[in-house]
Structures are given as structure tokens and as C-alpha cells.
């Protein structure tokens, strides 16, 4: 890690902490893979098994920062995983990218099957929501506002619409603003929520989530940036999925635009506006430069 | 309409303008046609087209007995059919049961392509929810109670693991209480939704909402029956659907387990116990009476 701030380590030490009540709050909201039907059950917790959850940890993150308590954060962060984790099964599929490796293993069709997959992706997304509506920690008026981001968020006008775009555009050379649009959509509004959310556990004030807001849209750019390099530069083993896809699928990126080394800067120059963006939150930001930093330094 | 009531003609001369309602819910929360991407808020709209809404009618009759206000039951309405609208669009997927023809037009997919429907499933889901979370006409603790509720009525423990069941039953003979058990998650679930809305719309008592339910599932079920006994005897103009499907794919069906006849008695024997429960129930029961008499004498 960097050494962006004095406190760097203090998140870090925290982060394995999270990532257990995340498996727990998970755990919790899906039926038991023996549940009948068990090859559903089974399926689901597959589909959940790996990643980085780096959406998980925004929540936490941001939350920290404005001084929430782990417990009114649980569901947030397990929602946007669990919605997560249902576009990757759903966008995998022979219909969508037909993709065959995720996080390194078969993908959930490839497991299982395409029907079951389909099934795996429409009730991950079910559990997102009601995890939300069952916590026990937040209020109705905290859930409900909750739902609505993240519905927002993944729905048409968000994630869903993104990849809609995305599919559209094969073959297409966008423009920077068009690729942009896209990504804001595709990646961009779920690691938004994640600010959204943390702020709605809050009861932050419209200034303090403006502020959030700024980070998570910076980081959500310049997470897609990254990403799309990691692409181009990255060998599918380091990445855990194929790499070189777009370029396969004859995709608009940002080093396609840019060039490669234009690309890079431009992420640079955004992880380092999310956090000043971070700095001037009324809160502790050291968990959102850590954050950031952490982002920043990943390879895969 | 028969007339097993005197009052049997009031719900009915209201159907329209509930339709009316669920239309104007259901354009209110879905985005324009326009709206980019405009391809997926067009098929999104399409696959909302059609259909006989007997759920939302559900909704409707089980708020009016028991005195809610159709403001108060137009956000539930709206939400059932746009998870039942989810379900046919997956459903008919080419890696689920590959059907070409839905309500007597293109599936979603033939119409559009494969992976449009599956987004469009997708939003609609989301879509779903967020009608209930953005209600104006429901308080905080009712939204969530009603958000849990249609969770769990869709998720893997209800309609999706009903659909799971299904598709893994196909060459197996089940057994009866396996077929309904089968049914009482792939049809029932959302069927028996409808009352458990309604009784939270009205703050209803723990007795009430046990006879309403206990009305749902007799008509779910019933429903089923008559479902397999028109894949069975109609045809596909008539269905709006492929006929004889259940034949075609050896799956077990109430017919093929007790004969038509039998299945016909049965089916007929559970409306009669829906209509009882109505009767039993502290309220107005013609609605719920005119729904069952409606359902039972539908050919499609």
C-alpha cells in the first residue's frame, strides 16, 4: 500500500473483519445450498464464492467515515453484492457474452447449466432487496430509501441499461462522452450506491452526500478506466477471467480512445480528485484514501 | 358470469378502471419508450402488453373486501405483474423452455433477441420493487412488509425454485403432493402473494389474513389444475401460447396423474373451498367470490 496518509494501515486492519460479516450477512440471506431444490441452492452460493468485493468494502468504507456502525452497513454491502454478483452470472451467459471463466473457475452456466444460471442470476438479485428489507438494524424509512437507490442503480437507467449500451455498441466507436455515459451505467451507478447507501445509513446531510457522491463517481470512472487496461495489458490468469475480451469483441475502451498511456493518466488524475473529494467530507476519510489507494493498485 | 351471488356483477362492472390503474401504475414506473437505450424500454414495455392481470384483480378484490382504497393496492397490483411479466420473459428463454409464442405475439425475445430479454426480465424485477418502495399511498413499515412478502413469493424458495423444480422434473413422474408442492411454488407463491399484499395494505388481523391466504392458495392451485387441463384439451389460438406443451416436454401434470376428469373435479372442488374461505372472511366477500367464478370459467 501507499502511503497516501499516516493512517493508511487503520482500514487495512479492519478490511478482514468486513469481509467475515459480509460472508455472514450472505450466508444468512440465502436458503442453505441443501435447501430443495438443492442444485438451485447450490448454484446460488457458487455464484457468490471469490471476488474482491471491493463494493462491499465502499460501504464500509464510507460508512466508517461518516461513524456508522458496522451492524447498519451489513445489508448495504451484502445488497450491492448480491446485485453484483447476479449481473456477472446473467452477463456471462451464451445469450450476453458467453463468457466460460469468472474469478477464475467455469462460470455458473458452465457449472451448472444455462437455465439454472438464469434462475441463479434472477434470484440474486430477488435476495438484494431482501436483505435490505430484513435487516434488523436500520429503520423502515433507512430501508425504503435504501431499495430505491439501489433499484436506481441497477435498473434501466443504471447497470442494466449500461450493459444494454454495451452490447449495442460492438463494432461501434464511440465517442469519449459516449464511453463515458456507458460506463457511468454499467460499473459506474452500483459503485456509486455504495456511497448512496453508506450516506442513507447516516442520515447524512444533502452536503456530506453530494461529497460521497463526488468520490464514489470518481472512483466508478476510474475503476472502468483501470479495468479496461487491465484488459489489454493483463493475462487471464492474473485477471481470473479472459483477457483481451475487448478488443475480441471489437469494443470502444478508453485506451482505444486515448491510447494506452493517456488512458492511465486519466485514471491517475481521477483516483487523485476522489480523494481530495474524500479529504473534504465531514468525517474521518482515512477508509476512503485507503480505499482509493487500494483501488488503485490492483492488477487484476 | 354465473351467479353464485346476488351482488356478482359489482366487482366486475370495476375491472376496467382497475385495469385502468394497473396501466397508469405500471406506465408511471417504467421509462418512456424513448428513453436510450430505447430498444431495451421498448421490448421492456412490450413484454408488459397483454395479459389478463388476474393477479393484479387479485390485489384489487382482496383490498376491496376488506375496505383498502385502490390508491392503497395500485403499487401491490402493479408489482405482481411485473414479477409474473419477469418470469414469462425468462421462462421463455431458449435455455429455459424455448417458447416462441406468448399472449399470442413473439416472445421477448424472438421479437427483440436473447439478450435484450434478459435484461428485460432483469428490469422488470427491479422494476417490481421499486414500485413498492416509491408508493406515495403506503407508509414505511407497509412498503417493507410488502417488499418481504413478494421477496419471498419470487425468490428461490418460491416462484424461481418452483421454475427450478419444473425443469428438473421433466421425464420424471412426480407424485402428487411432489406436483403440487411443485405448483404451490412455480404458480402458487405469486397467486397467494396477492392476498398477503392486500392484508398488509389493509393492516389486516392475524385471522383475516389466514382465511384470505387459505383462499389464495385454493385458487392457485386451482388455477394449476385448470392451467394443465387447457394445455391439455385447448389450442394454441385459443392459449395465446404453444399448447400441448406439457405432453411434448413428458412432464407430470395434474391430468396425467389423476385423469382428466378427476384433475377437473379436483380443480373445481378447490373453488368452492376458495369461495367458502371468502365467505369466511371478516369483509365483502363478493370481490374474492366474482374472482373465483371468473377464474374457474376462463378457457386461456
Known amino acids: 500500500m501507499s502511503s497516501t496518509s499516516p493512517k493508511a494501515s487503520a482500514f487495512d486492519s479492519r478490511v478482514p473483519a468486513y469481509l467475515q460479516r459480509l460472508e455472514r450477512t450472505t450466508d444468512a440471506v440465502l436458503p442453505p445450498a441443501s435447501t430443495d431444490p438443492a442444485r438451485l441452492h447450490e448454484a446460488i452460493r457458487y455464484a457468490c464464492e471469490g471476488g474482491k468485493h471491493l463494493r462491499a468494502l465502499m460501504v464500509y468504507a464510507a460508512g466508517e467515515t461518516l461513524g456508522v456502525t458496522p451492524e447498519q452497513l ?137 461529497g460521497l457522491e463526488h468520490y464514489g463517481r470518481c472512483i466508478g470512472l476510474a475503476f472502468q478506466i483501470q479495468d479496461d487496461v487491465l484488459d489489454q495489458i493483463a493475462d487471464t490468469a492474473t485477471l481470473g477471467k479472459t483477457a483481451g475480451k475487448d478488443l475480441a469483441q471489437h469494443k470502444s475502451t478508453f485506451p482505444s480512445l486515448l491510447g494506452l498511456e493517456q488512458a492511465q493518466q486519466r485514471a491517475h488524475a481521477l483516483f487523485d480528485e476522489a480523494r481530495n473529494a474524500a479529504r473534504g467530507i465531514a468525517g474521518h476519510a482515512e477508509p476512503l484514501l485507503w480505499l482509493a489507494d487500494h483501488i488503485q493498485q490492483r492488477d487484476h
Open 74 to 210: 451489513d445489508a448495504a454491502a451484502c445488497s450491492v453484492e448480491l446485485i453484483h454478483a447476479y449481473s456477472l452470472v446473467h452477463d456471462d451467459l451464451p445469450g450476453m457474452d458467453n463468457d466460460d471463466l469468472r474469478r477464475g473457475r467455469p462460470t455458473v452456466h458452465k457449472a451448472y447449466d444455462e437455465a439454472t444460471a438464469i434462475l441463479v442470476g434472477d434470484t440474486l438479485q430477488t435476495s438484494a432487496f431482501e436483505v435490505l428489507a430484513t435487516s434488523d438494524a436500520l429503520d423502515d424509512a433507512q430501508k425504503v430509501q435504501m431499495i430505491r437507490a439501489l433499484a436506481h442503480a441497477s435498473g434501466s437507467l443504471g447497470m442494466v441499461g449500461g450493459q444494454a449500451v454495451d452490447m449495442a455498441s460492438e463494432n461501434l466507436t464511440l465517442t469519449l462522452p459516449q464511453l463515458e455515459s456507458l460506463h457511468a451505467r454499467k460499473t459506474g451507478a452500483l459503485i456509486l450506491v455504495t456511497c448512496q447507501l453508506a450516506a442513507i445509513a447516516a442520515n447524512a446531510t444533502e452536503a456530506t452526500r453530494k
